[in-house]
């Protein structure tokens, strides 16, 4: 899958290399997750009063395929939201990393 | 085995999971019955079955079969719902699937090549969906039909396609630009491209720029933009925070992060809230990894248990900062860790969010295609400059103009906010009270230069904040009793900062205090105290922004935008600031008089003042020398003028006051006004004052004693040309008459009346204003009758409000006969007429805002005060003033240096609206 290829960049850049194959898929996984969240958590923040009552509605509702189309169409009308979430993945990842660094001294 | 499960490939896992489960269940319940029963009959209740009646049998088995019926019924849900999941994954994950199958086998430039391709798919889905989306646009009158033309024609042209791809290419190695590739095609895809496009013909600017941005090349421009109002370098506080060894100095720098994050929750931004929020959430988690790094513990960590914790840590830290400033937003947000920390296996709930994740990543690059294909059709079709061509279709050029204003606001607002002195009475409402309305104040005004300002803002927020204020005041000693409360804007600041910084806890406590009992809150205070509309504003006194709105309203209709073209287009689109804009023309520019000055003609540069009213031939000294300002008793006072000419002065004022004394004339206060302008002999000065002096006794037993009403006589300024004019003078300008308390104020009217008729019957401007008069009287009596007695007079001022507020053709007219209010304007540089026009908007203006209150309301609406028996007299001015004898007594009285009564409320703005339309930059 071609975000898993960028998040294996990203743990190399993290420093996890002393890992084994098994534990390497459990921390993707764990990212994967991880930054779900915060594009999940950009786009709320950056959705209108009358978007969020739309959000709150398609999540609350809708069948797994509907809430898919939704939040597409949702996410499309807010201009620039691909580089706030890039923005925001950078941010995070610059956090961890600075972070990684702190704990290997 | 958890990611199959997740991922809903292992069906047979959870199938047999949840029947596993649900026969558990109901052996559980069987046990726990059983349990309950020895329990009952070991405490004397036995309710087992053999103890019961049948029907209490029955019942019970009933409870129990039910009870197990549903349990049966919810698990076989679960199976159905876990085999729909796992449908819907395999159809979601297909295409996913095949180009990770695709990745996967593939080397690093076949990869580019897929991923080119679904980039190029994507182009073309957008290039076909626009030409529907821009006749739309025509049909929705956002664009002509001859640009909706050109436009077709482009989409049609052979580089569009490549000028698209173009555009995308710059896309490609962003770090969410890949994810495009799995998703491109499909029916949602298609819809969201549509969506995608309209974002980018939709006008607004954030969609302009990022299309703009995207067009030039300058997605790192668009990065920038969306920076642009960063406050302060993340990154460096974050270098300093690693640097620094100590760890109660990282501590500190930590604490000021979380300053300005505070900050920026009060604030409102949304961009500023989030910078300020990923400062802190980095901040802490460096903090937490430093202090981590140091137990020993954990020295032997592995790369994966770093990284868990570190994760953890994060997610931790966003949990615990607020990200958005809605709260709606934060509230889903907490709804979403809440959910994913107490997921159960069979909710799937976990799934969801990470469906909604994936969706919102493609949705937003799917808005980006959009934005390209905007760029596409704008730039062939208006030149090839695409920034230009988007201005010209949906006039930007004005918004940005706008916006830059609008940030000129509010940081001129937010300066000057900052630094004034918030004052209030205390008086019955108490220091709790008084802080109450100044924070009422304080947050109206930031949210005219903010409209995100403390967004979530809540009662209990300012419960704290006033009780934090009243906290303050007292441990400095200020009395409970009369007297004056202050506080800056920038201690007023920090009470809401700390206010709306409360946890959840003490919003419940404060909620619950003031609910009841005696520090109840009564909904009509609570319903002012969360009034934030500009209506309600309380206090004019600590208006500071008005005259900076002004200001901004004149630099967009008299600026580079011209025409008001740029008010037009941002205030049409917000509400907010159309609202603000009718403060402006309203309330406004009370700064304007408080810049001067009360009363202060010469503070203000002479030739404004000139400019505004011309000296009349009439007014104009005995001498040939130049009309000049009137000096009060006090500014002559305080004048440069030699001391013995003071003294001369001094001497000959106080001859007056005696003569004036001895004839029975009580004397309140005198100007000798134009009379010392009169340059060269004191003592011949000294002459003509004296005269006018013997005049005005004249005047006063001829026309005032004679009505019977006994009047004093407050004030007398001499500024007539010559003595043949003094008594005219005297008697428009220079007389102020103040009713006995003995009279009654039903007798006002009639008796104003008597005392002015005979004046103009006696007075040497008879043959002038005779005619005139008469034509005012009956136009006055016809006002009363059919406008005020009939309609007005009878409503209370909530009525009058709902009844009129909406229909501002509304007029209820002015005219004054108050020497004092004339004096203000005469010291404002307001002619006769000037006044009039403007009183009468001020009065409009003043109601619909609702700036008078109920009892100068109740007073406006009751007595007519007349003037139109000056020898200025304009017949053209048809206005009357309705004021009753006490509020007119009041006004007289009223010491001109306090600034919040009615009449230094009514001579301000009417001095500030003045200003504004004769200044010649409006």
Do not use: C
Not at chain 2, 213 to 225: K, M, P, Q, S
Not at chain 2, 491 to 499: I, Q
Not at chain 2, 646 to 675: C, M, S
């Amino acid at each position: 899958m071609i975000i898993q290829d960028r998040i294996n960049k990203m743990l190399n850049e993290l420093g996890v290399n002393d890992v084994s194959a098994e534990e390497k898929l459990e921390l993707t996984q764990h990212l994967i997750d991880h930054f779900n969240k915060i594009i999940t958590e950009t786009l709320i923040i950056n959705l209108d009063d009358d978007q969020l009552k739309k959000f709150k509605e398609y999540s609350d509702k809708d069948s797994e395929a509907d809430l898919d189309a939704h939040i597409s169409e949702l996410a499309a009308s807010i201009p620039g939201l691909q580089f706030k979430i890039e923005d925001a993945i950078q941010t995070e990842f610059e956090n961890l990393r600075s972070a990684k660094q702190v704990l290997d001294k | 085995m958890a990611k199959s499960r997740e991922s809903g490939g292992g069906d047979n896992y959870e199938n047999n999971d949840h029947q596993n489960k649900s026969k558990r269940a109901v052996d559980n319940q069987h046990k726990q019955n059983r349990d309950n029963s020895i329990e009952n009959y070991v405490r004397g209740e036995d309710t087992t079955p053999e103890s019961l009646s049948h029907r209490q049998k029955a019942e019970a088995y009933r409870t129990e079969t039910d009870a197990l019926k549903a349990q049966i019924e919810r698990d076989e849900y679960e199976i159905k719902a876990a085999e729909s999941r796992k449908k819907t994954q395999e159809a979601l994950g297909k295409e996913e699937a095949v180009v990770a199958a695709e990745a996967q086998n593939t080397t690093p430039e076949n990869l580019d090549k897929t991923v080119e391709g679904k980039v190029l798919e994507a182009a073309n889905e957008a290039l076909a969906t626009a030409p529907e989306l821009v006749a739309k646009l025509e049909a929705e009158g956002k664009i002509t039909s001859e640009q909706n033309k050109k436009m077709q024609e482009a989409l049609k042209a052979p580089d569009a396609r490549s000028k698209v791809k173009n555009f995308f290419h710059r896309l490609k190695d962003s770090a969410t630009w890949s994810s495009v590739a799995g998703f491109a095609t499909g029916a949602a895809a298609k819809g969201a491209i549509r969506l995608g496009v309209i974002s980018a013909f939709s006008g607004s600017l954030p969609a302009i720029l990022v299309a703009g941005a995207a067009a030039g090349g300058l997605v790192e421009g668009v990065r920038a933009a969306v920076r642009e109002r960063k406050k302060y370098d993340n990154s460096e506080n974050i270098k300093r925070l690693n640097e620094e060894p100590n760890a109660f100095k990282k501590a500190a720098i930590l604490n000021k992060l979380q300053e300005a994050y505070e900050n920026q929750k009060l604030l409102g931004n949304q961009e500023d809230l989030k910078i300020a929020s990923d400062a802190l959430i980095t901040a802490k988690t460096q903090l937490e990894a430093f202090l981590h790094s140091k137990d020993t513990k954990f020295e032997k960590e592995s790369d994966k248990d770093k990284l868990m914790f570190l994760l953890k840590v994060s997610d931790s830290n966003r949990k615990s900062i607020e990200r958005s400033t809605k709260r709606e937003a934060n509230q889903i947000l907490k709804d979403m860790d809440r959910s994913l920390l107490t997921e159960k296996k069979w909710s799937n709930v976990k799934g969801r969010w990470k469906t909604i994740g994936i969706a919102a990543l493609k949705g937003a690059t799917f808005g980006t295609i959009g934005a390209g294909v905007g760029y596409a059709v704008a730039s062939l079709d208006f030149g090839g400059n695409p920034t230009g061509a988007l201005k010209n279709t949906f006039g930007s050029s004005s918004t940005e103009r706008s916006q830059e204003l609008i940030q000129s606001l509010q940081k001129e607002g937010e300066k000057a906010l900052m630094n004034h002195n918030f004052a209030e009475q205390i008086g019955a409402k108490g220091i709790t009270g008084a802080y109450r309305d100044m924070l009422h104040d304080y947050v109206i005004q930031q949210r005219v230069i903010n409209p995100n300002f403390a967004p979530n803002l809540n009662l209990e927020n300012l419960v704290y904040a006033e009780d934090y204020l009243k906290d303050l005041a007292l441990e400095k000693g200020t009395p409970t009793g009369e007297g004056v409360i202050r506080a800056s804007g920038a201690e007023l600041y920090a009470a809401l900062n700390k206010g709306t910084n409360i946890d959840e806890k003490a919003v419940k406590s404060i909620g619950k205090l003031v609910g009841a009992g005696k520090h109840h809150i009564s909904d009509a205070v609570r319903s002012y105290m969360m009034d934030h509309n500009v209506a309600s504003f309380h206090n004019v006194d600590n208006d500071v922004i008005s005259q900076i709105m002004a200001d901004i309203k004149t630099k967009m209709t008299v600026g580079a935008v011209g025409n008001g073209q740029a008010v037009n287009q941002l205030f049409s689109n917000d509400s907010f600031y159309s609202d603000a804009m009718k403060v402006i023309i309203t309330n406004a520019i009370v700064e304007e008089s408080l810049m001067y000055g009360r009363n202060s003609r010469n503070n203000k540069p002479e030739s404004e003042f000139k400019q505004i009213e011309p000296v009349s031939e009439q007014e104009k000294p005995v001498t040939n020398t130049e009309a000049k300002s009137i000096p009060t008793t006090s500014k002559i006072e305080s004048s440069k003028v030699e001391n013995k000419e003071f003294e001369f002065r001094k001497q000959t004022k106080a001859e007056i006051d005696q003569k004036l004394k001895k004839a029975g004339v009580k004397v309140n206060d005198g100007q000798l006004g134009l009379v010392w302008d009169v340059k060269g002999d004191l003592n011949k000065q000294k002459e003509i004052a004296l005269r006018l002096t013997d005049n005005l006794i004249q005047s006063y037993k001829k026309h005032v004693k004679d009505a019977g009403i006994a009047p004093l006589i407050l004030e007398y300024n001499f500024n007539s040309a010559g003595l043949s004019e003094v008594e005219d003078k005297m008697v428009s300008d220079g007389l102020s008459l103040r009713i006995p308390s003995g009279l009654g104020q039903s007798d006002y009217d009639s008796q104003f009346k008597k005392i002015f008729k005979k004046h103009r019957n006696s007075s040497k401007a008879k043959s002038k204003s005779e005619a005139k008069g008469t034509e005012v009287e009956k136009s006055t009596e016809a006002v009363v009758s059919n406008e005020v007695k009939n309609e007005i007079l009878p409503l209370t001022k909530t009525e009058f409000l709902a009844k009129y507020k909406k229909d501002s053709k509304i007029k209820l007219t002015s005219v004054i006969e108050s020497p004092n209010f004339k004096r203000d304007f005469g010291e404002a540089g307001i002619s006769t007429s000037e006044m009039y026009g403007n009183l009468d908007e001020l009065l409009q203006q003043m109601k619909q805002q609702d700036f008078v209150s109920e009892e100068e309301w109740a007073s406006l609406k009751k007595i007519k005060i007349i003037n139109k028996y000056s020898s200025d007299y304009d017949e053209n001015i048809p206005d009357v003033l309705y004021i009753d004898g006490e509020s007119m007594r009041n006004l007289d009285l009223q010491d001109d240096t306090q600034r919040g009564g009615l009449k230094g409320r009514i001579s301000r703005r009417i001095k500030a609206i003045h200003n504004l339309k004769n200044n010649p930059k409006t």
